[in-house]
């Protein structure tokens, strides 16, 4: 048990500054509530010492709210049965530990769910459920609204970035999943170790190393083993090869690396990914050979999808396996996911089979990934958010009015 008994509530009306006109003015608004749930322990802990937690106490109460919030789950006070009621009265007053609104889901006949989540006004992201991932499920996160990169291939590069997420933003990406897939040892207590969710992969809207501090954060977050619990080796950040960013994330973040290479000469790279103009491959290499923790049991994935005609031909395979040597990798082949308005089409089954033979005949394991979800859009690339598409049809509509 705790001694809650005369704490922050009694030193803070002590001091006069719990005391709100409210009561006896209508036209004061009480302040806006903060919203906890999303925030790392040590944003807790300062959350509460400026509400006037004593220091002493402050390290204890920011681990008990972290626990109910992200092991337990629970979107109210009343629920925090280790916190002296009248504590938690006041905190409910002035902290809140609401969900972002599920503006839609859509559940796919291969069992996908995909989530449109509105953060805030005119921000929206996309994250993907995907069952029976590596045993388990994955859910695929976005990192930011939009993209500022211009893959050809993918449905999100074609959406203008509209900001990065926060790193509550992206945790709670997570959270909502857990409501939904009814995760929460509060809402299956019988529940043995059977996670649906176990695995997280940074994969959906938006490149997670052009807005790396927040994602590292977002991860302190999700792999706190006192929280949600993720282990940092089921979480992976898939980059279209932001070179200077590799090697600090990889070092910040202890993640699992992925690489969105597409295609293993410069100049067939550069004119669907003009990231590479930038970074081109021999850099990249350079900062993937140098990605910390790397071994066989420890290898990078290189994502690789298969566009028709383009980049699908055996001697595309040659050029990726002498590109890959001597690092320890594996190759996603991902057929790829047509959207509207898009200038490519999947390779043949075939092609795509005799390309996974070769690569895998020279050593390297290429799984030809299943796609899922296509049919509520929720696959890979393509992902967009309808703000921008609401954003226009609330133009339209201002005009008339
Ligand atoms: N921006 C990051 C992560 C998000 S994209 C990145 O590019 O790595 C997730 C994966 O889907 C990437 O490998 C991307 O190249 C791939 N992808 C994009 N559009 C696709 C499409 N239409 N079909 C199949 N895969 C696609
Ligand atoms: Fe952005 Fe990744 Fe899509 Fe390229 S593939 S546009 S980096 S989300």
């Known amino acids: 048990m705790c001694s809650d008994k005369k704490d922050v509530l009694e030193s803070a009306q002590e001091s006069g500054s719990m005391e709100l006109d409210i009561k006896t003015n209508p036209n004061i608004k009480p302040p806006a509530k903060i919203q906890l749930a999303g925030l790392t322990r040590a944003e807790i802990a300062e959350a509460l010492t400026e509400f006037g937690v004593p220091p002493k106490q402050v390290r204890m109460r920011a681990g008990q709210i972290f626990r109910w ?135 959906g809207m938006g490149e997670p190393l052009y807005n790396t501090e927040e994602v590292a954060k977002a991860l302190d977050i999700i792999c706190d083993c006192e929280g949600l619990s993720f282990g940092r080796r089921r979480i992976t950040l898939s980059t279209s090869g932001v070179v200077p960013e590799i090697v600090s994330a990889g070092e910040r973040t202890n993640a699992m690396l992925a690489i969105s290479l597409h295609a293993a000469n410069d100049k067939l790279r550069s004119s669907i990914m003009p990231i590479n103009k930038k970074y081109p491959l021999a850099e990249l290499m350079k900062a993937c050979r140098a990605y910390p923790g790397l071994s066989n049991s420890r290898r990078i994935t290189f ?99």
């Open 69 to 203: 919030v992200y092991n337990y789950g629970v979107t109210d006070w009343a629920s925090m049965t280790n916190i002296a009621k009248g504590l938690r009265a006041e905190l409910a007053q002035k902290f809140e530990l609401n969900r972002p609104e599920i503006v839609e889901r859509q559940i796919s006949v291969d069992g996908t769910r995909k989530y449109l989540i509105r953060m805030a006004p005119g921000i929206e992201v996309e994250s993907v459920f995907i069952p029976a991932v590596s045993k388990t499920g994955a859910l695929c996160v976005s990192s930011q609204v939009g993209c500022t990169l211009t893959c050809k291939f993918c449905h999100t590069g074609s959406q203008r970035l509209v900001r990065n997420l926060t790193a509550a933003e992206i945790a709670l990406q997570v959270m909502v999943a857990k409501d939904d897939l009814e995760e929460w040892p509060s809402s299956s207590p019988n529940q043995e170790g059977g996670r649906k969710l176990t695995n997280i992969v940074f994969m």
């Open 303 to 401: 994502e690789y999808v298969m566009l028709k005609g383009i980049n699908d031909s055996p001697k595309h395979a040659v050029e990726l396996i002498n590109l890959l040597k001597g690092i320890p990798a594996k190759v996603n082949l991902i057929p790829f996911n047509p959207w509207p308005g898009s200038d490519y089409e999947c390779s043949d089954w075939e092609t795509i089979e005799r390309f996974a033979d070769k690569v895998n005949a020279a050593g390297y394991a290429s799984p030809i990934r299943t796609p899922r979800g296509r049919d509520i859009f929720a696959a890979c690339g393509q992902l967009k958010s309808e703000s921008e598409k609401m954003r226009a049809s609330e133009r339209r509509k201002a005009k008339k009015n």
